[in-house]
């Protein structure tokens, strides 16, 4: 059976990555992740993502491009990581997120990310500084 797909997205704007902070379950609250959740059947991975950004955070977004490689989450699932771009709105922790921060490419070091966001946080911000 293909794992199930969890996407998330690098939102960018303004030559900056937004970072989101959890805030649930207990074992991944206060650890800061790449927004998304999971594709739900017969629903498209960007199809997803634009939904999920907007569910929890509010605003409408355009997923640009799928960032290289798929990281294992266990039970089953893989992380799949798009950028996105934002069209429209704030972004407020709505659901799932307790803090959002907006970081410039030299700044993503400084929240603690999930581990399995990792490689797509640094690959984001090397496309930033790039920019
Ligand atoms: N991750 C993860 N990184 C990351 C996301 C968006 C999700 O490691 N950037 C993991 C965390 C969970 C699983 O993927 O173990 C599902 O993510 P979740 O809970 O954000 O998915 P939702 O929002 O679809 O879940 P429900 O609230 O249950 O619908």
Redesign the pocket.
């Known amino acids: 059976m293909d794992d199930r797909v969890?996407v998330?997205g690098a939102l960018c704007d303004r030559g900056r990555l937004l970072a989101a902070r959890r805030s649930a379950p207990p074992e991944?609250a206060g650890r800061w992740?790449?927004?998304?959740?999971?594709v739900e059947p017969g629903e498209g991975p960007e199809e997803a993502l634009v939904r999920?950004l907007r569910e929890e955070l509010g605003v409408e977004t355009l997923p640009v491009e799928r960032i290289p490689g798929q990281w294992p989450?266990g039970r089953g699932?893989v992380?799949q990581v798009w950028t996105a771009r934002l069209l429209s709105g704030e972004p407020t922790p709505l659901e799932?997120h307790d803090e959002l921060r907006w970081l410039g490419p030299d700044e993503v070091h400084t929240v603690d990310w999930?581990d399995?966001?990792r490689p797509a946080v640094a690959e984001a911000a090397r496309l930033l500084r790039d920019a």
Not at 33 to 38: D, N, Q, R, S, Y
């Open positions: 969890v998330a991944l992740e790449l927004p998304g959740g999971k999920e989450l699932r992380l799932d999930l399995q966001d």
